[in-house]
């Protein structure tokens, strides 16, 4: 992995925070609509401390304590690519999907410490819970009323490439380092994505080397890299990333774990917006000008607006959809929804 430090010279720091507690980091989190650093606020995990006491070793002992008795889904990279788990030139996967007991996947990482040509060993996005009996409880920051889906990112040094996510992201660094490259959401355009179906992790990911980015094949990165904000991530530190930001991460170290707890700010009763994105793309992108022109006019009217005024002149509780959706008619939508997608 080439070295970024000249390159995150020139960018933006993301804001840092220190000694919040949980009750400060809730309230931080409820005003926050742009990144921050909390810095040291898992320092005394016993997973974090494992890894600073023990390296990473320590730190694999301390994780196969909690793993269940069960196969482990595991991407392996090819050796001598610098940990970027990417497209190959055929624009499929550079890396191979496998299962394994989570010991066999760290004798793995154990026969190829310090090996220049190691292979990318990564476990990613795991549901904690799913895979290790307690290891949560032990290591968790209090995130209060929020309903958090809780993930545990483990393996050797990686490069992901800039993606988004819908929901809301805290990321904590555990063991090793790890530097975080942010981008606001609406850098999309300037971040040149790539396929929005076929994605090495169901994102669609930035088409750009962030490390040696290729200015005459994407000169609009230029200004992207204008808007972006950078941090490198020690072990007990968090990093926020709001809904939709897009974030390069590099774990930087020879072993690296990350936990994340991802939370919606809106109701659970609501959709995707991303697979009404999809069927747009199926349904309206390709009409002509002028229909797809009195589509936009028709989600301006009905979805953009909010819905303001598109139901007034209907009799109140005689609304439908054009009421804000509550769960039971949220439940109706899909139904239907179901039913003719499925013809």
Same mark, same amino acid.
């Given at each position: ?38 810095? %040291?606020?898992? *320092? ?13 070793? %320590?730190?694999r ?13 595991v ?5 001598g ?11 499929? /996967?550079?890396?191979? /999907? ?7 996947i760290?004798?793995?990482i ?36 929020? *309903? ?10 990686t ?18 380092? *790890? ?25 669609a990911?930035? /088409? ?9 094949? +994407?000169?609009r ?43 919606r ?5 609501l ?13 309206v ?18 979805? +953009? ?17 054009l ?17 003719t997608?499925?013809?």
């Amino acid at each position: 992995m080439a070295d970024a430090a000249p390159r995150a010279a020139r960018m933006a720091a993301i804001p840092v925070v220190r000694d919040l507690t949980p009750v400060d980091l809730n309230a931080r989190l409820k005003s926050s609509s742009t990144p921050f650093v909390a810095r %040291g606020i898992a *320092r005394d995990w016993p997973l974090v401390r494992s890894g600073v006491e023990g390296g990473g070793k %320590g730190a694999r002992d301390y994780l196969l304590g909690y793993a269940r008795d069960r196969s482990f889904e595991v991407n392996v990279g090819q050796p001598g690519r610098g940990g970027r788990l990417f497209y190959d030139s055929d624009m499929q /996967m550079n890396f191979r /999907m496998g299962r394994a007991s989570l010991a066999d996947i760290f004798a793995g990482i154990d026969a190829n410490v310090d090996k220049p040509d190691a292979p990318v060993i990564y476990l990613s996005s795991l549901a904690i819970r799913d895979y290790f009996d307690g290891l949560d409880d032990a290591n968790r920051i209090d995130l209060g009323e929020r *309903r958090t889906r809780d993930s545990i990112w483990i393996g050797t040094r990686t490069e992901i490439a800039a993606h988004n996510d819908l929901p809301h992201n805290l990321a904590v660094c555990a063991v090793g380092r *790890r530097r975080f490259t942010l981008f606001p959401p609406d850098s999309f355009a300037d971040l040149y994505l790539g396929p929005l179906e076929n994605t090495p992790a169901g994102r669609a990911v930035s /088409m750009v080397d962030l490390a040696n980015p290729d200015f005459g094949r +994407f000169p609009r990165f230029r200004t992207a890299l204008a808007k972006a904000q950078a941090a490198v991530l020690e072990p007990g530190d968090a990093l926020f990333i709001p809904s939709m930001w897009y974030h390069h991460v590099e774990g930087l170290d020879a072993f690296n774990v990350l936990v994340n707890y991802w939370w919606r700010e809106t109701p659970l009763h609501l959709g995707d917006p991303e697979q009404a994105l999809l069927h747009a793309i199926l349904a309206v992108r390709d009409l002509p000008d002028a229909a797809r022109e009195r589509w936009r006019t028709l989600f301006d009217h009905y979805v +953009f607006s909010g819905g303001a005024g598109a139901g007034d002149h209907l009799p109140e509780g005689k609304r439908g959809i054009l009421d804000p959706l509550d769960p039971e008619a949220a439940g109706r939508l899909r139904a239907f929804l179901l039913r003719t997608l499925s013809q």
